[in-house]
């Protein structure tokens, strides 16, 4: 069996993109199916397994995320893998399967989006430029979490503009 390392995100022009691990940006691990960063939370409370995280570029000494409360927002890095004090570090999936809090409906093969809910995604039918994953689970109604898969963008890793990316695998999936 022959293993291959998953191609990088690729810039607009076409240039491999990666994190810059740095004393800043530390990679917890990746596997051939998950991968994990080690990011700050600033938002100002703790955030739950499973939330949607957008950049946080305010903070300088480290990588950090908050959240966001716009709906279909572009600006999605990825999905939390464990609860997070404000203020700490934690594990944020950027591609790979995780489980994500979703809204109500959400069903599977959904494209999953923000919604104006802090953390919650939402299912939608169509792809956009907020979409960041496909539910590959409906929601779970005691978890209130869907299996989700995040994929690499042309334009950054999860959601930041993941919809072109899922424009081109929406044949491959269904």
């Not at 990679?27 to 946080?56: P, W």
């Not at 209130?144 to 334009?155: D, G």
Request: charged share 15%; hydrophobic share 45%; aromatic share 4%.
């Amino acid at each position: 069996m022959t293993f291959r390392r998953p191609m990088l995100p690729r810039s607009p022009t076409g240039l491999p993109l990666s994190f810059p691990l740095s004393s800043i940006a530390t990679e917890r691990y990746e596997t051939e199916h998950i991968r994990i960063l080690d990011m700050l939370n600033n938002s100002g409370a703790a955030v739950l397994a499973g939330s949607c995280v957008i950049f946080d570029g305010s903070i300088t000494t480290a990588l950090a995320f908050t959240t966001s409360v716009i709906q279909n927002d572009s600006r999605v890095i990825g999905v939390t893998k464990e609860d997070i004090v404000s203020g700490q570090q934690g594990g944020v999936v950027v591609v790979g399967l995780v489980e994500v809090r979703v809204a109500a409906g959400t069903n599977a093969n959904q494209r999953l989006r923000q919604s104006t809910t802090a953390g919650i995604a939402e299912g939608t039918v169509s792809t956009t430029e907020g979409t960041f994953a496909i539910a590959r689970s409906a929601r779970n109604a005691a978890t209130l979490r869907a299996l989700a898969l995040l994929l690499p963008s042309p334009r950054g890793t999860s959601g930041w503009v993941l919809g072109a990316s899922l424009l081109n695998i929406d044949n491959i999936l269904n």
